[in-house]
């Protein structure tokens, strides 16, 4: 019987032994499920700029090319199609290398408004250039404003109205040149509410003329637009203002009698009033 029993016992553990070699060789052959693939998203080709374009020019296809697309940038702010770009205007300074993005250029239904900086006005002035001058101005140039006109009979005076403004429009109107080789045109500048009252005061009050400056005064702009207080109606600091006289009451005290006197102080004089 015991005999038997560990028969049993043998038998029992060789069985258990061999179903379980099945199933370790069956979990070793069943087909691995695949990880959850990642979705990537491939980077296509957009537009950019092969050279550097100034703010306020007109677009040109040979100004741009197919990029690849930054990593770190947003898909839907780009531009994959040329025909959504060329013939627009660039609303900032766009460099080689670059990719052209929503905002960069003004797109159709776009206006001037879009252009002038937030607390700016636009205002447009008559000038009057030497024409080899008249192509040199561009919209992104800063220019500095002076008025020319006559202080007295046949005394020229000129001052400077505007330093550093931005230019975001120049239009020729047509016309000839003056025998000393002066051109007249319209410049439009980008200006505080002061200097629009300025530049409006001053076209009814003389000549203006532009003067451009480098573009590096572009990277830092240091505006200033003088009002018409400081240029024109300011007070003459020689000018004396007269002396409004004042008057002084003296007591004077003498035993039992007192006594009352008025002086008139003006200009460090007294003068004695009964």
């Known amino acids: 019987m015991p005999r038997l029993r560990h028969s049993t016992i043998l038998i029992l553990a060789i069985g258990s032994g061999f179903i379980a070699f ?15 693939a990642v979705q990537v998203r491939p980077k296509t080709k957009v537009i950019g700029v092969i050279r550097d374009i100034k703010f306020g020019k007109i677009i040109q296809r040979e100004d741009l090319d197919l990029l690849a697309e930054p990593p770190d940038a947003d898909p ?24 052209i993005k929503m905002g960069d250029v003004m797109a159709g239904g776009d206006n001037l408004a879009k252009i002038i900086p937030k607390g700016y006005r636009a205002i447009t002035i008559p000038v009057t250039l030497p024409a080899d ?4 101005i561009q919209m992104g140039n800063r220019a500095d ?11 020229l005076k000129a001052v400077t109205l505007i330093e550093n403004a931005k230019v975001i429009g120049a239009s020729d ?13 319209f ?35 240091e505006e200033k637009f003088f009002s018409l207080k400081d240029l024109f109606f300011a007070k003459d600091k020689t000018t004396t203002v007269p002396e409004i006289p004042r008057v002084q009451e003296i007591e004077i005290i003498r035993g039992l009698r007192r006594e009352k006197f008025s002086t008139m102080i003006m200009d460090d004089q007294k003068k004695d009033v009964p």
């Open 22 to 36: 099945l199933l370790s060789m069956r979990i070793m052959h069943a087909p691995q499920q695949a990880a959850p």
């Open 76 to 99: 839907r702010v780009l531009f994959t199609d040329f025909s959504q770009v060329v013939g627009n205007m660039a609303l900032r300074n766009l460099h080689q290398g670059e990719v």
């Open 133 to 136: 001058l008249l192509n040199l």
């Open 145 to 155: 404003v002076i008025l020319t006109y006559e202080q007295a009979r046949g005394e």
């Open 173 to 185: 109107p047509g016309g000839g040149i003056t025998p000393d080789g002066q051109k007249r045109m």
């Open 187 to 221: 410049v439009t500048l980008a200006v505080t509410p002061v200097g629009a009252e300025t530049l409006a005061y001053a076209v009814k009050k003389g000549t203006l003329t532009v003067s451009i400056r480098s573009m590096k005064d572009a990277e830092s702009p």
